[in-house]
Each structure stands twice: as structure tokens, then as C-alpha cells.
Nanobody, 126 residues
Framework: QVQLVESGGGLVQAGGSLRLSCAAS????????MGWFRQAPGKEREFVAH????????SYTDSVKGRFTISRDNAKNTVYLQMNSLKPEDTAVYYC???????????????????WGQGTQVTVSS
């Protein structure tokens, strides 16, 4: 069974940066497409970013383009989300997710992902 564990969340002032990590175990990480989602209080979980298994393709939701960068290290079974120029509206619980088929289709859909982490809280103060 694949396990995903996020880390790196915390409290930061607006304009600051954080780097989230998601460590995978129990599966073949290098074959999975990986995504980051977030869920703010009272809102639905939304897509943030995706990276293909080989890192050849990345995708972002419009609100984070130019500020967030997704990357991965297959040797360490870890995916990262570098978040710069943070805004209060980025406040949410951030989740990583794995697509075992690396389908690169419907990347923004929660149903495209097979495994999920427990999430890490990111709070951006104004």
C-alpha cells in the first residue's frame, strides 16, 4: 500500500515562502504522476499543481502560476512544492496525491488520483 506523508507547512507572512515535501513509500514512486491539492475552510479541495512521472510535464492552476513550482526527486521518492510570494488566500491544508497510471489526463480532477496524504497546514498572515 502506498503511503504519502506531507511536511513543511507552517505559518508565514504574506510575501514569504515555504517548501512542502511529500515522501512516498510502499510503491513505485518513479512511475506515478504526482499532484498537489489544497482545501481551505468551507471550500472544496482544489487542484494546485501536477508533475508527470519523468518530470517532463508540469501543470498549475492559474492562481499559483509564476509563484509555485512543483518538482520531484525520484531517487528520494519525494515530490516538492516550492511556494513563493505567498498570499493570505493560499491558506489551506495542502495534500499530495499519486496517480499510479501517470495518465496525464484530467490532472485537476481528484478522481484521477489513487493515493492521498493526510495533509499539511499552510497559514499565510496578512
Amino acid at each position: 500500500q502506498v503511503q504519502l506523508v506531507e511536511s513543511g507547512g507552517g505559518l508565514v507572512q504574506a510575501g514569504g515562502s515555504l517548501r512542502l515535501s511529500c515522501a512516498a513509500s510502499g510503491g513505485t514512486f518513479s512511475r506515478y504522476g504526482m499532484g498537489w491539492f489544497r482545501q481551505a475552510p468551507g471550500k472544496e479541495r482544489e487542484f494546485v499543481a501536477h508533475i508527470s512521472a519523468s518530470s517532463s510535464r508540469t501543470s498549475y492552476t492559474d492562481s499559483v502560476k509564476g509563484r509555485f513550482t512543483i518538482s520531484r526527486d525520484n531517487a528520494k521518492n519525494t515530490v516538492y512544492l516550492q511556494m513563493n510570494s505567498l498570499k493570505p488566500e493560499d491558506t489551506a491544508v495542502y495534500y499530495c496525491a499519486a496517480d499510479k497510471w501517470n495518465s496525464n489526463a484530467r490532472l485537476g480532477s481528484r478522481g484521477s488520483y489513487d493515493y492521498w496524504g493526510q495533509g499539511t497546514q499552510v497559514t499565510v498572515s496578512s
